[in-house]
């Protein structure tokens, strides 16, 4: 049994988090929230997130697993304002979820979760810790998007840049300590990564967010922020392309 009540806004940026990586989502169910870990179909990147009952209205739950197409979900979005709310309840007789915004009532069928594995999240000691606004990522973004396929993060005692490399042309965001809300590293690190999927995370994460960002040489890069005014996390995990010799 499942039934909740939160905002428009907050379903979407879960929604847009979650939809850079997969379109059909299993999540875990609990009376203290909602989770889900998955891995795209490349096993190029994941994402962990936890979003606890606070981030909600209401919320009611026994354990359970949930399926959704989140394209669909997508749908009954566009049916919504901002500021408004959203009603979900599980109808498990049927197996569908029925979405209630205003006056109209979306009756969806639930994805088979069967075949949906739960990824192990690595355990990653990371050298370096560098905590920056979202905002920024998202200037070097747009500078980086025309130039090249990849992108190089750096980060060192007094800086963290971002920077991109094509055939003629090249980038780069410097951000000094002194405008960073966190650095902290005891060596220079740095790590390529493919644009795109970089690109589409940080594209999806709302305005004013601010994301702390672990990296080290040629290992995994690890994003993670918070959504709903912190009740719901996440964790994002995206493999480094490492140039042979």
Do not use: W
């Amino acid at each position: 049994m499942f039934c909740a009540e939160l905002k428009s806004d907050t379903l979407k940026g879960i929604v847009n988090i979650i939809s850079t990586l997969i379109d059909e989502v299993k999540f875990t169910i609990t009376p203290e929230g909602m989770t889900l870990k998955a891995v795209d179909a490349a096993h190029v990147a994941m994402i962990e997130m936890d979003v606890g009952k606070g981030a909600f209205e209401s919320f009611t739950a026994t354990d359970s697993e949930i399926g959704l197409d989140l394209d669909k979900v997508k749908g009954v979005l566009k049916l919504a304002s901002s500021g408004d709310v959203i009603r979900m309840e599980q109808d498990e007789s049927h197996g569908r979820l029925v979405f209630k915004v205003g006056n109209i009532t979306r009756r969806m069928n639930l994805v088979d979760t069967s075949s949906m594995s739960d990824p192990k999240v690595p355990q990653l000691s990371l050298t370096a810790n560098i905590s920056v606004s979202v905002d920024e990522l998202q200037k070097g973004i747009r500078a980086a998007d025309t130039i090249s396929d990849h992108i190089t993060l750096k980060a060192g005692a007094d800086y963290f840049e971002l920077s991109c490399e094509g055939d003629t042309d090249s980038v780069s965001l410097r951000l000094g300590k002194d405008v960073l809300p966190a650095l902290d590293t005891d060596s220079e690190v740095c790590s390529m990564f493919p644009l795109d999927y970089f690109s589409n995370i940080v594209k999806a994460v709302p305005s004013g967010t601010m994301v702390n960002i672990e990296l080290d040489n040629d290992y995994p890069v690890k994003l993670l922020f918070g959504l709903a005014d912190g009740n719901a996390k996440v964790n994002y995990l995206l493999a480094p392309r490492i140039e042979s010799e």
